[in-house]
């Protein structure tokens, strides 16, 4: 294709319409018709990235292969899409504004005034076509976060605003709104999304094509009322009903005729083969499981399944290609104790014990791995989670009570866990984890190399402490084996019980690479390893 294509996603009437779903499963029906696709996100807070952010303001942080901290969206995208994203694919205000003003401090604006029009807009512009400029996509997805109205998002639909004039037919513009369902009038209302639509018109961005939000059928009159309405084309009119998994909703757009809307106004044909077979058949296979895997997911964050996204999306794609039901309990580590833990887990087919940060929830997590461990039930822990389990180890099995990591008891007398070398000059907290790829080479006697089927992987991190390897060979005697090395630093990557039916920790995050087509290898033997009696 000549030129490169552009797409906004707006959203508006309220938040949490799922904009990133519906992204992504445009952006999967082109993909099916051998299109090249690319999705990025546009966050309108201030923070430079999410990585400092609190699980419960935005949800998991996730993590690109080039080691950016990015929104949960980008996880979606790479699971729809699999192809995995960039640093480029999420800029925040906070990275514009630290652009134009490194810019300024340069000198490069020549003495005039700095503004947000057009000093902040052409920054934002230049990072949107970013992507594009390389001409490796066709079409390029543009996710602008928030909602139409708020103060923060107007320098984004601006740029919006001045794109359409620059790309002329090559731009195209949907917005996402909630149809709100009134149960004592038994009727479904539109008006929120003629306002929300009047806004973004105020804002001088007239929608191609709008998504509704909702829980019930629309019928051809409310399609039509919203057409006349809001200027748009009857058939661009698009119902995004509830779905039981994300992952049919590619094929309701489909249906809907979300990429024909696109494709034609493109002028791009329409007849073209779509080929969705092989998601088609990951469907087929997750929704015909009936027999079930029940999981334990064990966390500080078990009230807020989106601070584990990653990790959820990753166990249901291993549950399906197991053909597997996923029954997934997610249990708070504050609440576990040496008196309930059997009550808890005892029903679990397996148990993942979550990263995170900080002491909150860990003694809790010390219980479920020692019941884990010492029920020989499917125990899976992950970066915080794997080093939970070897304080476990060191506390119970090697008689060190007082075993820790340095960054939950400073002054620890076995700091099994500690700061890494390189993190321990830097103070500040953004950006400068160990984060994104790094290779690991895994013992062909271990779990870990039979589940990955080869000794060189490679899997993203986002940690500042390690395994202690003064410690190795005491843990090794006794019964946990260092099974995944770093070859360049010889960091300690994976941990397993080898007398266990199925005890791994990672220092790396498996589930950041997991998609539809390509599930986590360590995921589907985690969940086979659960569904063997
Ligand atoms: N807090 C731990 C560390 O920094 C683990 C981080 C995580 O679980 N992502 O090493």
Redesign the pocket.
């Known amino acids: 294709m000549t030129d490169t294509k552009y797409i906004f996603v707006t959203g508006g009437v309220v938040s949490s319409l799922g904009k990133g779903i519906i992204s992504s499963s445009l952006g999967k029906l082109l993909q099916a018709r051998g299109y090249k696709v690319t999705i990025q996100k546009f966050d309108p807070y201030i923070n430079i990235d999410p990585g400092t952010l609190n699980p419960y303001e935005h949800g998991e942080c996730y993590v690109t292969s080039d080691g950016h901290e990015a929104d949960l969206d980008l996880g979606h995208y790479e699971r729809f899409l699999n192809v995995p994203t960039t640093r480029a694919n999420n800029i925040t205000t906070g990275r514009i504004y630290q652009n134009v003003i490194s810019k300024e401090r340069r000198g490069d604006y020549l003495g005039k005034t700095v503004q947000v029009v057009p000093h902040i807009t052409d920054e934002i512009k230049r990072c949107i076509r970013l992507l594009g400029s390389k001409k490796q996509f066709d079409f390029i997805i543009t996710e602008i976060g928030g909602t139409v109205g708020d103060i923060e998002s107007l320098p984004f639909i601006e740029s919006v605003r001045q794109l359409r004039w620059e790309l002329g037919k090559n731009c195209f513009c949907i917005h996402l709104a909630y149809v709100p369902y009134l149960a004592a009038a038994k009727e479904l209302k539109t008006k929120p999304v003629q306002h929300s639509v009047k806004q973004l018109q105020e804002l001088g961005v007239q929608p191609d094509a709008l998504v509704l939000r909702t829980e019930h059928t629309l019928s051809e009159n409310i399609r039509k009322k919203v057409a006349l309405f809001c200027n748009v084309a009857e058939d661009a009119v698009i119902e995004s009903i509830d779905a039981a998994s994300i992952y049919e909703v590619p094929l309701l757009m489909q249906k809907e005729g979300l990429d024909k809307i696109v494709l034609q106004k493109f002028g791009l044909p329409i007849d073209t083969p779509s080929d969705l077979e092989p998601w088609k058949q990951f469907l087929d296979k997750m929704q015909q499981a009936t027999e079930v895997v029940k999981i334990g997911l064990v966390g500080k964050y078990a009230e807020l399944p989106d601070a584990y996204k990653s990790i959820t999306e990753s166990l249901h794609h291993a549950a399906a290609y197991n053909d597997r039901k996923l029954k997934l309990e997610l249990i708070h580590s504050q609440q576990l104790t040496d008196q309930n833990i059997a009550e808890k887990l005892s029903g679990m087919d397996g148990i993942v014990i979550a990263?995170?940060?900080?002491s909150r929830g860990t003694d809790g997590k010390f219980v479920a791995i020692r019941y884990g461990r010492e029920n020989n039930i499917p125990t899976f822990g992950?970066?915080?989670?794997m080093?939970c389990m070897v304080i476990e180890f060191a506390r119970n099995v090697l008689g060190y009570e007082e075993a820790n990591?340095t960054?939950l008891d400073r002054n620890t007398k076995h700091n099994v866990?500690d700061m890494m070398e390189e993190q321990k000059g830097i103070s500040d907290y953004g950006g400068t984890?160990r984060l994104g790829n790094y290779e690991c080479v895994l013992d062909k006697k271990s779990k870990a190399f039979v589940a990955y089927g080869k000794e060189r992987i490679q899997e993203r991190h986002?940690?500042?402490?390690?395994f202690n390897d003064r410690y190795r060979n005491e843990y090794e005697q006794a019964g946990m084996s260092c099974v995944g090395i770093n070859p360049d630093t010889k960091l300690v990557e994976v941990v397993e019980i080898p007398a266990h039916k199925w005890f791994i920790g990672t220092q790396f995050?498996p589930e950041y690479n997991s998609t539809v087509l390509s599930p986590n290898p360590l995921f589907i033997d985690f969940i086979k390893a659960c569904t063997k009696k």
């Open positions: 990263p995170g940060f900080g992950i970066c915080l989670g080093q990591s960054e866990i984890m986002r940690h500042r402490f390690e995050h």
